[in-house]
């Protein structure tokens, strides 16, 4: 039986798209089993730089709230490349299933996804899109746009004290985390 689905629009950062297919053209030769939707998803996305990508837009480093297949219960995960991956079970690939399908959406996006070739469908619903971390390199993120109006979003405190709320957002008062920034 052929399922037919209404694909949302993706909008990926040109970083992103960069390093992903840089990842499928290594993973041709090992055979991965999700290059393909990877792939389809690349070829159909629309590109845009960094600092131009919509806040609501899922990219790595970004905090995704979602739900799958309509649960009651929503998760919420650090989209990271595979080899970020620090903390388990706070981060997800950005090469697995779930990863791939939820790249590019946007708040309410529904998007169909399988963890297996021949596996059952599932749909994943983005519900919320958080903090996203700024580019590795100071320039970028001193040419980021300032979206708060006060003109001193990217001051070292500032960026400080954002990272320093993902961080709590993230992993809670319980789970204690050691982080050094360079």
Not at 17 to 22: E, G
Not at 116 to 142: I, Q, T, Y
């Amino acid at each position: 039986m052929n399922t037919i689905f209404e694909l949302p629009h993706v909008t990926i950062a040109t970083h992103d798209f960069n390093r992903l297919m840089s990842v499928a053209a290594m993973d041709q030769n090992r055979r991965k089993p999700h290059r393909q939707f990877l792939m389809s998803e690349l070829r159909r996305a629309s590109l845009c730089h960094p600092d131009a990508l919509p806040e609501d837009v899922v990219s790595t480093n970004a905090k995704v709230t979602y739900r799958i297949d309509g649960s009651g219960r929503s998760m919420a995960h650090v989209l990271v490349y595979p080899e970020d991956l620090l903390w388990p079970g706070a981060e997800l690939s950005v090469t697995t299933p779930l990863g791939i399908a939820l790249l590019g959406l946007r708040v309410g996006d529904r998007m169909p996804f399988r963890t297996s070739p021949g596996g059952p469908w599932h749909e994943v619903v983005v519900e919320d899109v958080r903090f996203r971390l700024l580019p590795d390199d100071a320039e970028g993120a001193s040419k980021a746009p300032d979206r708060s109006g006060n003109g001193d979003d990217n001051s070292r405190a500032d960026l400080d004290r954002r990272l320093d709320d993902a961080l709590m957002e993230t992993f809670p008062a319980s789970d204690p985390v050691s982080v050094i920034v360079c």
